[in-house]
């Protein structure tokens, strides 16, 4: 175990420095997650977030008005969302989903309630999305380790953008051995945490996290609790 996967294990916290990225073995010898009000690291839940939706339910008249979004990542997330199976209808009971990669609505509404954020932070585009959502949402969640930690993503952290480039686009490729310039984000040096951009108010990681995990985080939420996520899903689960 590295001496920063030692500090973590001690404190409870989990370190990520921008710019680096966790060795397998530091991965496995990290604490349980816990969710975490944070513009730094995932730490302790935020008192206020349960009734932040409370909140906005009672105000609704029952029902809080949940988004989705996907970053960089895999959408196993999102697959895992959606593996809640017939419990999606206990949850259509309580929310309306108003934006989401999952139905077809175009524009990011005013006044969204709750937002799951799946994927880390690698591009311009994804920065000026995550803070228009931020702006546009009472409760924001890092659903999954990509949202959490940088996690696959961040594993480009220490090569050049051109080299990664070269090696997608020429190396790799057999025909139009050519980098594509055409309407494409810029692509960030490093890939970064959610919470290291904007302002996170529950964590919820796993690779992906089970659905169980999502399902009880919102429903508690929901309710008015703080939810104890460290019980039910952890990095890599």
């Not at 480039?165 to 057999?174: C, L, M, P, S, V």
Request: with cysteine.
């Amino acid at each position: 175990m590295s001496k920063q996967s030692k500090n973590a294990a001690a404190t409870g916290t989990v370190t990520t420095p921008v710019g680096t990225m966790a060795t397998a073995g530091d991965v496995a010898a990290m604490p349980p997650p816990v969710t975490g009000a944070a513009s730094g690291q995932p730490t302790e839940a935020d008192p206020q977030a349960a009734a932040k939706v409370a909140g906005a339910r009672e105000k609704a008249k029952g029902k809080a008005r949940v988004a989705t979004i996907w970053l960089e990542g895999c959408s196993g997330c999102h697959m895992s969302f959606l593996d809640m199976d017939e419990r999606l209808l206990d949850l259509a009971a309580l929310v309306d989903v108003v934006y989401s990669p999952l139905v077809d609505y175009k524009e990011y509404p005013d006044d969204v309630d709750v937002c799951l954020i799946e994927g880390a932070v690698a591009t311009d585009e994804d920065i000026e999305k995550l803070k228009k959502i931020r702006r546009k949402t009472k409760l924001m969640i890092a659903l999954g380790d990509c949202a959490v930690t940088g996690n696959v993503p961040a594993m480009r952290n220490n090569i050049k953008v051109d080299d990664v480039f070269d090696r997608a686009y020429r190396e790799n490729a057999q025909l139009q051995q050519q980098r594509p310039t055409y309407k494409l984000p810029v692509l960030m040096d490093h890939v970064r945490p959610v919470h290291e951009l904007v302002k996170v108010d529950v964590h919820i990681p796993g690779c992906p996290p089970p659905a169980d995990a999502i399902f009880y985080v919102l429903t508690e939420l929901l309710a008015g609790r703080t939810p104890d996520v460290a019980s039910v899903t952890r990095f890599g689960k």
